[in-house]
């Protein structure tokens, strides 16, 4: 089974095990719109990847990471995009929760889909076969996944800093993107009892990376690939790496960090396979050639006006 | 040390403990004001009460419990007092957090309060002298605490049944505020060590006391009480036990309830200390002179209007 139909089945399971027939229908309904069908899953990928290079003993808690991993993405989208944030109509090709449902519903789906990460992780802890090391793996899990989502320096607080006038970029980003991605590799590593502070720079290098193409994708236009609208972030005022290094300028930063990151891979059986699936991300990320046909046909409007 | 000082310092030493220099400013004192001053923080004195009755042996687990109730008590009420709920500007006599500071900081406040939950009870994980026993009652705790807040049961499914056309008006009291009250008493039993389904009655039967209080009171009006306004139930056509059973009806079943709570306390040393804290805090909840005031207006409009 490859990765992404992997980290599908083990979604669904979760789903079905977790909310039961008392759920109130629409909470239900719209906790699957957030979740199904899902994005690229880039988070839950790099999880799984690192735990199967690691050398994986307990595929079943790889996957509760993994899972709990895309149901914290899915709540702060759910929630970023809400009226009082970006109050964007379409996420993934399709409408946003509280565009389809409410903004009531749509706030306790973030909530909801919250406690459902830990959730999750925490129906590992009634396995027979749970050792104390085991355990202590299993807590570790949800102590990184925490760290990665709350204050001080998680997601939430990376969106937090929208809120302040005295903003520092990177250390924005690396709260808003960066801190889940340095989340998702050691979670990976912990969840194959490997140590996971050898795999924190691959994590912390490709959030940056994942961020930089995100505000290079707001300016160079392809909602294809990311299916919400462009041009947001200068829209919402939001600081942006594109703004802040210029356009030429975010795109060699990208690629150096993408070169970071694979270098980053620690020594083990998979490192090969896993520096091609970063290169081949990176691309998916920002396509060279779209970059490049942008930046030729804004060279030629500026040579026009002159 | 009397519960309620045990409790407000345990609340301030996760703060400062897990509330880094570097949280963002505004998200940081939005944190403070969801929490400080609290209310009654009748759901941690459940826990501490139960956890101190049945004999607890490690008084930090306890603490982290009863914390982990209030920071997730505390995030439904930042939650429900924002625009798309209730629209509610004062909370325990202070402005709410979304008028005080914004709407995207009270969600971001509510979503960080949830995960610091987590993080309290996480931060026992690292304790050197945690046994393999102890892991399993902090991950039983967790569990306790992510079935009272989350998907299908807990509290935010509570709110979420206010969305829908058709509503069982018990399961959605039972979800909205019994299902933490319950937590309640089961996580203080748990970090006791004791059998948490002894204690499962008297959270639950306290639970729907609180709630059909709350309503008898959102009719008889006493702000100075709840410190939020009054008639909120009627005005945002939510289903309310005064208006199912009429006043004098659901005043009959909020005397059965606490009855039946404090019967329900199992054998142990501090069986009549706690069943006396269950009478005098149901003395609070509905002042039995003010309810028979306003009964006794109320006739009398009725009388005079014949």
Known sequence: MD??????????????????????????????????????????????AVAMVCGEDDPFLTDAGAVALEL???????????PCFDDAQVRRGQTTVHAEFSEP??????DALI???????????AKHT?????????????????????????IVAGQAWECESKVDLWQYQRAKTGALFSASTSLGAVAAGANPAAWFVLGESLGDAYQI?????????????????VGQDAGHGRPSAAQALGLEGANSQFKHLIETAAKSVPDCVGRDLLRSMIFKESERLVPQQAYQAYLNSHQAVQVSMV
Chains 1, 2 share one sequence.
């Open 105 to 110: 519903i749509a706030l306790l789906t973030g």
């Open 3 to 48: 990765i992404q139909a992997r980290i599908q089945t083990a979604m669904e399971r979760h789903f079905q095990q977790i909310l039961a027939v008392s759920t109130p229908p629409t909470l239900h309904a719209a906790m699957k719109h957030a979740v199904f069908p899902g994005g690229a899953r880039i988070r839950p990928q790099l999880c799984t």
């Open 130 to 154: 749970l050792s104390a090391e085991h355990s202590q793996r299993l807590m570790e899990m949800m102590h990184i996944l925490s760290q990665g989502v709350g204050a001080p320096n998680g």
């Open 115 to 125: 406690v459902m990460a830990y959730q999750v992780l925490l129906s590992h802890r």
């Open 72 to 82: 914290m993405h899915c709540a702060s989208l759910v929630h970023d995009d809400m």
């Open 213 to 229: 193409a995100d505000d290079i994708r707001d300016v160079i236009g392809h909602i294809d690939l990311i299916g919400k609208p």
